[in-house]
């Protein structure tokens, strides 16, 4: 129901639409009613275009709520109305073409007309029955109207002249608030430039700091993976190929064999310095002996000398068997040490 009704309301402005074109088409009267008589089928042939668009969208909409029959018909009347449209507006077009002619040369018949000269003939012929007074109420007739055609003429441009100004004022307007609005634009674009650079800017340096964060991140967490789970099952893995491959005999001999010789010879320099300093000691004090021995008057005997002898030999050899059995201690302490550092490296 919904849908015939639309299709009789299209139909009926179909018909008006027509006889308001046929109206336009004959018009020759003034600009300003002509172009309120456009203006009035313009708007109804756009309201008969939307109405036409609405009832499609309805006959889409029963898909499957009538029968076939009824939409094919329904189709083929909104066919015939889309031609309508396009008929219409073709004849609105012509309407106005015949309307602006139609005008223009009944203009120019009234400009014509005001100053045409007077015919002698036709005006002889036309006041050669009438009186002097009746010519003179004839002549000034015909100078009223003329004189009124003139005024209405005036009106008519003096009118045309303010909405022309009236046009260009809301020109101007419109225009104003268009430069307003585009400098407005204009404003907006740069601060949204200027920001949209500043952002590129701080996300660059911000993904800079962010890639130093990880990169440090990454390098103590491999420095503390390397410390705590990595270094003692990589340093047992690589001496264990040392010493399948024998590498670790042939590091670790040079090695013991150069700790124990600078740890002997370190002993032995050291045992020579201490003999050495045993007899300089004693042989000072076998010197003063003799100096003190000396001086009396009576010489001394050969047990005196005897004895001072024994007290030396004495002396060296107990000096001698202290400094080699420090030596020895010394020697079996570096075996000890040198065993334990093989041990340990093993």
């Not at 055609?149 to 002249?161: D, F, G, L, N």
């Not at 009396?296 to 005196?304: A, E, F, G, M």
Request: proline share 2%; no cysteine.
């Amino acid at each position: 129901m919904e849908v015939q009704h639309t299709i009789t309301q299209l139909t009926n402005s179909y018909n008006l639409l027509v006889e308001l074109t046929a109206k336009l088409q004959s018009f020759s009267g003034p600009k300003e009613h002509r172009q309120e008589l456009a203006d009035s089928i313009q708007a109804r042939l756009k309201q008969y275009e939307n109405g036409v668009q609405t009832l499609a969208f309805r006959i889409d909409d029963q898909q499957g709520l009538e029968s076939e029959e009824t939409l094919k018909r329904q189709r083929v009347t909104l066919d015939k109305l889309r031609e309508n449209v396009k008929l219409a507006k073709q004849r609105f077009r012509t309407a106005q073409i015949e309307s602006k002619q139609r005008s223009r040369l009944s203009w120019k018949a009234q400009r014509d007309l005001l100053f045409q000269g007077a015919d002698p003939e036709k005006q002889s012929a036309a006041t050669k029955n009438m009186s002097v007074e009746d010519r003179v109420v004839q002549k000034s007739q015909d100078i009223t109207q003329t004189l009124q055609r003139v005024h209405r003429m005036a009106q008519t441009e003096v009118i045309k002249s303010e909405l022309n100004i009236d046009e260009l004022e809301q020109s101007t307007r419109n225009l104003t608030k268009l430069e307003e609005k585009y400098t407005a634009f204009d404003v907006l674009l740069s601060g949204s430039k200027r920001l949209i650079r500043h952002l590129e800017q701080a996300d660059t340096w911000d993904r800079r700091y962010m890639l130093a964060s990880l990169s440090f991140l990454a390098t103590v967490m491999l420095w503390i993976l390397w410390r705590r789970v990595l270094k003692l099952p990589v340093m047992f893995i690589l001496w264990t190929l040392a010493r399948v491959l024998g590498l670790a005999r042939f590091v670790s001999k040079p090695v013991r064999r150069a700790a124990v010789r600078s740890r002997a010879s370190n002993s032995a320099d050291s045992l020579v310095e201490t003999v050495a300093e045993t007899i300089l000691e004693t042989v000072s004090q076998v010197t003063q002996s003799e100096e003190s021995a000396s001086l009396p008057l009576t010489t001394p005997s050969n047990t005196v000398v005897d004895e001072v002898v024994e007290s030396v030999a004495q002396t060296v050899a107990q000096t001698v068997i202290e400094t080699v059995a420090g030596a020895v201690e010394t020697l079996l302490g570096s075996e000890s040490t040198a065993g334990d550092f093989v041990h340990s490296d093993l």
